[in-house]
C-alpha cells in the first residue's frame, strides 16, 4: 500500500510535536513543511530530512504531489486554512479545537462534505485506552441507558505563559479564541460525547472564572483575556446531561476525573489528558443486589485488542488513525462532527456567562460571531 504524502503548516511546539509523531508512523511520508518564520521552517526541515520548504501555504496547496496537509496553528487561523486546503483538493488534519467558533468550524464541516475530502480533528483521547474500553462496556450494554455524563479536567497553576509555559497566543481571545475550555476541556468533552453517541445538545448554562492571582508583568505581557476555569452544565436530546469543570488554575489538591453513568452501572475516567499519567479508571455496577467497584487492566485489555485487530496500529493514536483512514484501512471516526459538538458546548458556556442565562443550542449557533483571522 503506498505510502500517504503529507506537508505540515505550521512548525511551531504543535508542529514539532506533529512531525515527530508522524516519524514513527509506517506510510507516513512528510514532504514538506509551511511557516510564515522561513527560517525555523528551513531549520525544521533540515533536522528531520524534509525535502521541501515554503513561507505561502497557498503556494504548497498548488502541488499535486501532496495528499493531505496537517494544520498546526492558532485556533483563529484553523478555518481559512482549512477551507482552502479542502478546496484545493487535500485531506486535512487540524489540531483542536477545530476552531476559534462555532461559526468557523461549520464551515469547516461544510466545507468537507462540499469537496468530498476527510477532515480529521485532533482529539487524541479518544483513542486512550480508556476510551475504548469505556467504549467496550457500553456497546456490551452494561452501563445500560445512559443518562449522565461529568467532564473534568484539573491543572492546579499552569496557565500558559503566565505560569511559564507557552506563549501569550494562548491567552488571548484574537489567537485563541478561549481558554481553559479550548485548550484542555476539549479533550474531556470529546471523550464522552464520543462515548454518549454525540447526541444532540438542547440547553447549556455555565459561568467563566479568572480570579487567581498571577504576577502583574505576565498579566500585561500576556494580554490574558481568556478563562482560566470554567463551570457548565448541558442538557441533550433525550433527558442526558453533562457537568462540566476545566481548570488551568484552582485552590485545590485535585479533581475526581470524569464519569460517565447509566441504568446498569458507571464508569469513573480519568481527569488525565494522556495514559502517561496516573490512571482513575473504574467500572461500578450491581451483581446479586451487591454494590460492585471494579478495577480493570486497562494495558492488557489494549493487547488484546491490538492482538485481534486486522491493523493494529489503526486505533493507537490520533494521528495512526488519520493514516489508517487515508490508506484505506479503517473508516474515520467523526472527529469533525464531535469536535464542532465539542465547539457548541463551549460557546454556549461563553454565551451563557454573558448573558447571565441558560441559552439553547440554537440561540448559541445564531450569536456566533467568526473569530477567524484573514489570510
Same mark, same amino acid.
Given at each position: 500500500?503506498?505510502?500517504?504524502?503529507?506537508?505540515?503548516?505550521?512548525? %511551531?511546539?504543535?508542529?514539532?510535536?506533529?512531525?515527530?509523531?508522524?516519524?514513527?508512523?509506517?506510510?507516513?511520508? $512528510?514532504?514538506?513543511?509551511?511557516?510564515?518564520?522561513?527560517?525555523?521552517?528551513?531549520?525544521?526541515?533540515?533536522?528531520?530530512? $524534509?525535502?521541501? @520548504? #515554503?513561507?505561502? =501555504?497557498?503556494?504548497?496547496?498548488?502541488?499535486?504531489?501532496?495528499?493531505? !496537509?496537517?494544520?498546526?496553528?492558532?485556533?483563529?487561523?484553523?478555518? /481559512?486554512?482549512?477551507?482552502?486546503?479542502?478546496?484545493? &483538493?487535500?485531506?486535512?488534519?487540524?489540531?483542536?479545537?477545530?476552531? &476559534?467558533?462555532?461559526?468557523?468550524?461549520?464551515?469547516? !464541516?461544510?466545507?468537507?462534505?462540499? @469537496?468530498?475530502?476527510?477532515?480529521?480533528?485532533?482529539?487524541?483521547?479518544?483513542?486512550?485506552?480508556?476510551?475504548?474500553?469505556?467504549?467496550?462496556?457500553?456497546?456490551?450494554?452494561?452501563?445500560?441507558?445512559?443518562?449522565?455524563?461529568?467532564?473534568?479536567?484539573?491543572?492546579?497553576?499552569?496557565? /500558559?505563559?503566565?505560569?511559564? #509555559?507557552?506563549?501569550?497566543?494562548?491567552?488571548?481571545?484574537?489567537?485563541?479564541? %478561549? &481558554?481553559?475550555?479550548?485548550?484542555?476541556?476539549? #479533550?474531556? $468533552?470529546?471523550?464522552?460525547?464520543?462515548?454518549?453517541?454525540? /447526541?444532540?445538545?438542547?440547553?447549556?448554562?455555565?459561568?467563566?472564572?479568572?480570579?487567581?492571582?498571577?504576577?502583574?508583568?505576565?498579566?500585561?505581557?500576556?494580554?490574558?483575556?481568556?478563562?482560566? =476555569?470554567?463551570?457548565? =452544565?448541558?442538557?441533550?436530546?433525550?433527558?442526558?446531561?453533562?457537568?462540566?469543570?476545566?481548570?488551568?488554575?484552582?485552590?485545590?489538591?485535585?479533581?475526581?476525573? %470524569?464519569? $460517565?453513568?447509566? +441504568?446498569?452501572?458507571?464508569?469513573?475516567?480519568?481527569?488525565?489528558?494522556?495514559?502517561? *499519567?496516573?490512571?482513575?479508571?473504574?467500572?461500578?455496577?450491581?451483581?446479586?443486589?451487591?454494590?460492585?467497584?471494579? +478495577?480493570?487492566?486497562?494495558?492488557?485489555?489494549?493487547?488484546?485488542?491490538?492482538?485481534?485487530?486486522?491493523? /493494529?496500529?489503526?486505533? *493507537?493514536? +490520533?494521528?495512526?488513525?488519520?493514516?489508517?483512514?487515508?490508506?484505506?484501512?479503517?473508516?474515520?471516526?467523526?472527529?469533525?462532527?464531535?469536535?464542532?459538538? @465539542?465547539?457548541?458546548?463551549?460557546?454556549?458556556?461563553?454565551?451563557?456567562?454573558?448573558?447571565?442565562?441558560?441559552?439553547?443550542?440554537?440561540?448559541?449557533?445564531?450569536? +456566533?460571531?467568526?473569530?477567524?483571522?484573514?489570510?
Amino acid at each position: 500500500m503506498s505510502s500517504v504524502r503529507l506537508a505540515i503548516i505550521g512548525t %511551531g511546539q504543535i508542529g514539532k510535536m506533529h512531525i515527530a509523531n508522524y516519524k514513527a508512523i509506517p506510510g507516513a511520508e $512528510i514532504v514538506a513543511v509551511c511557516d510564515v518564520n522561513v527560517a525555523e521552517a528551513e531549520r525544521v526541515a533540515a533536522e528531520h530530512g $524534509i525535502p521541501s @520548504t #515554503y513561507a505561502d =501555504f497557498r503556494e504548497m496547496l498548488k502541488r499535486d504531489d501532496v495528499d493531505a !496537509v496537517d494544520v498546526c496553528l492558532h485556533n483563529n487561523y484553523h478555518e /481559512p486554512v482549512t477551507v482552502a486546503a479542502l478546496n484545493a &483538493g487535500k485531506h486535512v488534519y487540524c489540531e483542536k479545537p477545530i476552531a &476559534g467558533a462555532y461559526a468557523d468550524g461549520a464551515r469547516m !464541516v461544510e466545507a468537507a462534505r462540499g @469537496t468530498g475530502r476527510m477532515l480529521h480533528i485532533q482529539l487524541n483521547r479518544l483513542f486512550s485506552i480508556e476510551t475504548a474500553t469505556a467504549k467496550e462496556l457500553i456497546d456490551a450494554g452494561k452501563l445500560g441507558k445512559l443518562f449522565h455524563a461529568r467532564s473534568a479536567g484539573f491543572r492546579r497553576r499552569n496557565r /500558559p505563559f503566565v505560569d511559564g #509555559y507557552g506563549t501569550p497566543a494562548f491567552t488571548r481571545k484574537e489567537t485563541a479564541g %478561549g &481558554g481553559a475550555l479550548f485548550d484542555m476541556g476539549v #479533550y474531556h $468533552i470529546s471523550q464522552l460525547l464520543y462515548l454518549l453517541g454525540n /447526541p444532540q445538545v438542547s440547553r447549556i448554562s455555565g459561568q467563566l472564572y479568572q480570579e487567581m492571582a498571577m504576577a502583574e508583568e505576565r498579566r500585561s505581557a500576556s494580554g490574558f483575556d481568556v478563562e482560566e =476555569f470554567a463551570a457548565g =452544565f448541558v442538557k441533550f436530546e433525550g433527558g442526558i446531561t453533562m457537568d462540566i469543570a476545566e481548570s488551568w488554575a484552582i485552590h485545590l489538591g485535585g479533581f475526581e476525573g %470524569g464519569a $460517565i453513568v447509566g +441504568s446498569e452501572g458507571g464508569i469513573r475516567l480519568s481527569g488525565a489528558v494522556s495514559d502517561a *499519567e496516573p490512571n482513575r479508571f473504574a467500572f461500578h455496577t450491581a451483581i446479586a443486589d451487591l454494590d460492585m467497584d471494579c +478495577s480493570v487492566n486497562l494495558e492488557l485489555a489494549h493487547v488484546r485488542r491490538r492482538r485481534l485487530a486486522e491493523y /493494529p496500529d489503526a486505533y *493507537e493514536s +490520533s494521528q495512526h488513525h488519520w493514516i489508517a483512514a487515508l490508506r484505506g484501512q479503517v473508516p474515520l471516526l467523526p472527529t469533525a462532527e464531535i469536535a464542532l459538538n @465539542t465547539m457548541l458546548v463551549s460557546e454556549g458556556i461563553y454565551l451563557s456567562h454573558e448573558r447571565g442565562k441558560e441559552v439553547t443550542a440554537e440561540e448559541t449557533i445564531a450569536g +456566533s460571531v467568526s473569530r477567524s483571522v484573514p489570510l
